[in-house]
């Protein structure tokens, strides 16, 4: 072999090294955490499902992404689990505060240290974060109030089981009584919270029942609760209970909607999914991407709209295998 193709080879073999070296410094890879409520009520066992779905998806589409997807049964544990993430060096916060004022702290820490933070549902009562994103509560209820006005033809007797007494609970019951104040000839019996729970809603369901002895209509905004005030009907034989509409949207609910039920014929959208677009706002925060065909980065709020499920539509929104 002769000194130039030996030099030459050299050289090649510095500039392959060189370039490999260089791909692997601009091959940036992301690690991100992942914060959500135990799943101690079907919403919750909706929200976990999807933040574990979303994880399996992003990791066969990119091998790039390292996940950590914790839940926590209180606000304590949280902030907990967020430390730990913290100290594992992830470059993305993905969380839904279990008690938005006992994680507030932990969250500013991340934020402050640089950590793209996107907040679900929960909103902090000092914002701090590059990503918020939610269903829409106020749009829940109106939806909820136009469609169920529609359905008793402008005239009936309503009770309503709220959720808990929290702000967007306030959103949902607020624009709901809103839409029925128009309605001079419907009237709310009663209206008390059940805290989304099933077994509450139906022990408030049946208190109603022995209280009230002409109920049109039930709303509870929850398809959790739904379950509990369905069950209450049954027992109690009653039959002028026409209609029941909860929220949400869950799989069991749009089952009975595809099946025909006569009392249960609709639901209104507050998607657990939405923890899967939150991580998808992540990663496209970090990679300073657009979202989708915008002409601008990211944006920092995202309210995703609260859409009425009926027969018409409800094969668009039924996801097999969905905890929730």
């Known amino acids: 072999m002769s000194l130039f193709k030996f030099i030459s080879k050299g050289i090649l073999g510095v500039f392959l090294l060189t370039t490999l070296s260089l791909n692997a410094a ?20 909706g929200l976990l499902w999807w933040a574990e779905k979303a994880v399996k998806d992003f990791e066969t ?127 709310i019996l009663d209206s008390q919270p059940a805290d989304w729970s099933t077994q509450k809603a139906l022990a408030v369901m ?15 905004q929850d398809d959790d609760m739904l379950k509990g005030v369905m069950q209450a009907i049954k027992e109690s034989g009653r039959t002028d209970i026409k209609t029941v509409l909860g929220g949400a949207g869950s799989q069991d609910v749009m089952k009975m909607i595809k099946d025909g039920d006569t009392v249960v014929r609709a639901t209104v959208t507050y998607p657990p999914s939405m923890v899967a677009s939150g991580i998808s706002l992540a990663i496209t925060g970090l990679k300073h991407e657009n979202l989708g065909n915008m002409y601008h980065s990211s944006p920092s709020r995202v309210i995703l709209a609260a859409e009425l499920v009926d027969k018409n539509n409800v094969d668009d929104f039924i996801e097999e295998g969905a905890a929730y």
């Open 26 to 45: 601009i091959a940036k890879s992301y690690k991100i955490g992942v914060s959500v409520p135990s799943a101690d009520h079907g919403w919750t066992a």
């Open 61 to 187: 589409k990119d091998k790039d992404l390292e996940f950590y997807v914790v839940a926590a049964s209180s606000g304590s544990k949280q902030v907990g689990d967020v430390e730990d993430l913290m100290i594992k060096g992830i470059d993305a916060l993905v969380i839904l505060p279990h008690n938005p004022a006992t994680l507030q702290k932990v969250i500013e820490e991340a934020y402050g240290n640089g950590i793209y933070t996107v907040v679900v549902d929960r909103e902090l009562e000092k914002p701090t974060q590059n990503v918020f994103i939610a269903g829409d509560n106020a749009g829940l209820g109106r939806v909820s109030g136009e469609w169920l006005t529609e359905e008793m033809d402008g005239k009936g007797k309503i009770v309503v089981i709220e959720g808990m007494s929290i702000p967007i609970n306030k959103q949902r019951v607020d624009a709901f009584n809103e839409v029925i104040a128009k309605h001079k000839n419907i009237e």
């Open 206 to 220: 049946e208190n109603y029942l022995q209280k009230h002895p002409q109920i049109d209509a039930v709303w509870c």
